[in-house]
């Protein structure tokens, strides 16, 4: 049964799209079967892996709002082993759209049921907003990935963050991990980062990932040609540092079945 990591912030420009194609390509490089899925209206982890948006591909919304599975929708990327679900400008409506459908938080997690089996990991890219959007693949999420980038305001809107998390572990009765919080656009030159990551690691300890993303313009030039950084420039500080971060989780996941596979 594959995990399902939603890689949400309500902030925009804070690396969740650069994450999700990073990581995920990432986690494939272990010989594993990854799934992204683009559930952001700007689609850019559809065009940062390289698919092209053509009129009348299906996409998330027709599996969340339609008649077609979610496995009907997915797309090979030319990344072994990673697959994504697309999306286009459509899925502006689906807030909308789901106010009045019956257990509308519901729509993901019951489209990936079917298919989690056949994937290690599921990454599901979230907008910029904590919407009907984000609420659905906080839902059918195992973890929340939270990416910060190390500026000013930083910590202001975590706080809304965990606050729904909570809210959406009590109100579906759902055991919502946090995955980690990773330090994005991290640049050890200047004070305000170092300072930013110190009160982060002070505030949240060990929920913050010891991996950090550098600000780099590799990472940034990577997804105009559709690629991972991985294709793009295996031997830059982005590429390497995803491969830690993936690594990270890996080992954050064995030591978690290892104790739990312990008698109490």
């Known amino acids: 049964m594959g995990k399902v990591i939603a890689i949400a912030n309500q902030k925009g420009g804070v690396g969740k799209t650069t994450t ?3 990581l995920g390509a990432s986690l494939a490089a ?39 599975s979610l496995d009907s929708i997915i797309c090979e990327t030319s990344f072994p082993g990673l697959d994504l679900a ?43 907003a904590l919407d009907l959007l984000t609420l659905n693949a906080l839902v059918a999420a195992d973890s929340v ?10 910590l202001e809107g975590i706080s809304e963050l965990m606050d729904t998390i909570d809210r959406v572990r009590e109100a579906f009765d759902h055991p919502l991990q946090i995955e980690g ?20 690691r002070e505030f949240f300890g060990d929920e913050v990932f010891k991996t950090v993303i550098p600000r780099s313009i590799r990472l940034a030039e990577a997804p105009s040609f559709g690629q991972p950084i991985l294709v793009y420039d295996v031997r830059s500080r982005g590429a390497e540092s995803y491969i830690r971060l993936a690594k990270e989780i890996l ?8 104790s739990a596979s312990r008698p109490r």
């Open 30 to 68: 272990n010989d594993l079967r990854v799934l992204v899925i683009d559930a952001d209206p700007q689609g850019n982890s559809t065009t940062g892996l390289g698919i092209a948006k053509r009129p009348g591909m299906p996409t998330l919304y027709d599996a969340l709002l339609g008649d077609a």
């Open 86 to 128: 697309p999306a286009d400008k459509n899925l502006v409506g689906a807030n909308i759209e789901l106010v009045d459908i019956e257990r509308r938080e519901f729509r993901l997690a019951g489209r990936l049921a079917p298919i989690r089996p056949k994937y290690h990991y599921i990454l599901i890219d979230c907008p910029p």
């Open 145 to 154: 990935l939270i990416p910060i980038q190390c500026e000013f305001f930083a």
């Open 181 to 200: 919080i990773l330090l994005t656009m991290y640049d050890d030159r200047t004070n305000l980062t170092r300072q930013v990551a110190q009160d982060l």
């Open 251 to 258: 080992e954050n996941d064995q030591t978690y079945r290892e």
């Open 20 to 22: 999700a194609i990073n």
